[in-house]
C-alpha cells in the first residue's frame, strides 16, 4: 500500500487541503493503520500550537526579551557635511606592534587602532569585511552620548551609517577605499572625524 507524503498529513490537520483531495485521503485513513496514528498525533500538535498563540506570555519574561533586544532607535541621519568637525589624535596602532618572533607579515584581516578626541575615545578595528568600533568618555562632564550615529565616508560619497548600541558600540560593512574617514555624530552640530589610513595600510601590507 502507499502512502500520502507526511506533509500531505500536515495540511489535513491544518485543514489546508481543498475538499477535492480530503475524500480520498480519507478513504485511506479508514484502511491505513499507520497514516491514521500519524494524523492522530499531528493533530495533537497543531491543536497544541493553537493553544499557545491564544496565551499570554509572563510579563517578566517579556520584559526580559526586551532588555536584551531592545526596539530599533528611529535615527535622523546627520547630513555630514554640515557638520562641525573636531579633530582627533591617534594615540594606538596595531601597525607599531612588533611582530610574534618567526612572523614575517601581520594578519591582514585584522587592524586596530584607539583615537582620543578631548574626552572622547574611539576604539576602531577591523575584522574581515566588518568596522567594528566603540565610543567611550573618559572623563564625563555630562550626559553620556547615548545611542549615536555614525557614517563612512569616501571623500563626499557616505558608504554606510549605522546606529550605535546604548554601550557605544557600533558595526559598519567595510570595503577599503582611499580618502576613507569614520565620523561620530557627538552632538546635532558636531562630529568627531577619524582617518582611515592607518587601517587601510595595514591592508595593504605596509609595516
Not at 38 to 60: D, N, Y
Not at 120 to 127: G, H, N, P, T, W
Not at 140 to 152: N, R
Not at 178 to 206: D, Y
Amino acid at each position: 500500500m502507499s502512502h500520502y507524503d507526511i506533509s500531505r498529513w500536515v495540511d489535513y490537520a491544518r485543514n489546508l487541503v481543498p475538499e477535492v483531495q480530503r475524500t480520498p485521503m480519507e478513504a485511506h485513513l479508514n484502511a491505513c493503520a499507520d497514516c491514521s496514528s500519524a494524523l492522530a498525533w499531528l493533530s495533537k500538535v497543531v491543536a497544541a500550537g493553537a493553544a499557545a498563540r491564544l496565551s499570554e506570555p509572563p510579563v517578566e519574561l517579556v520584559e526580559a526579551a526586551r532588555s536584551v533586544f531592545p526596539a530599533p532607535v528611529p535615527v535622523e541621519w546627520p547630513v555630514w557635511a554640515e557638520l562641525k568637525r573636531r579633530a582627533a589624535e591617534l594615540t594606538y596602532s596595531s601597525l607599531r606592534d612588533p611582530l610574534p618572533a618567526g612572523t614575517r607579515t601581520a594578519h591582514a584581516g585584522f587592524a586596530q587602532v584607539v583615537y582620543r578626541s578631548g574626552p572622547y575615545r574611539v576604539d576602531l578595528r577591523v575584522e574581515g569585511s566588518a568596522l567594528v568600533g566603540q565610543v567611550s568618555q573618559e572623563e564625563p562632564a555630562g550626559p553620556g552620548l547615548g545611542v549615536f550615529a555614525v557614517g563612512l565616508l569616501a571623500g563626499k560619497k557616505v558608504m554606510a551609517q549605522a546606529v550605535s548600541n546604548e554601550f557605544g558600540e557600533f558595526c559598519l560593512e567595510y570595503a577599503s577605499r582611499s580618502n576613507m574617514r569614520l565620523v561620530v555624530a557627538i552632538s546635532k552640530k558636531s562630529c568627531i572625524e577619524l582617518p582611515l589610513t592607518p587601517l587601510q595600510l595595514r591592508e595593504r601590507g605596509v609595516n
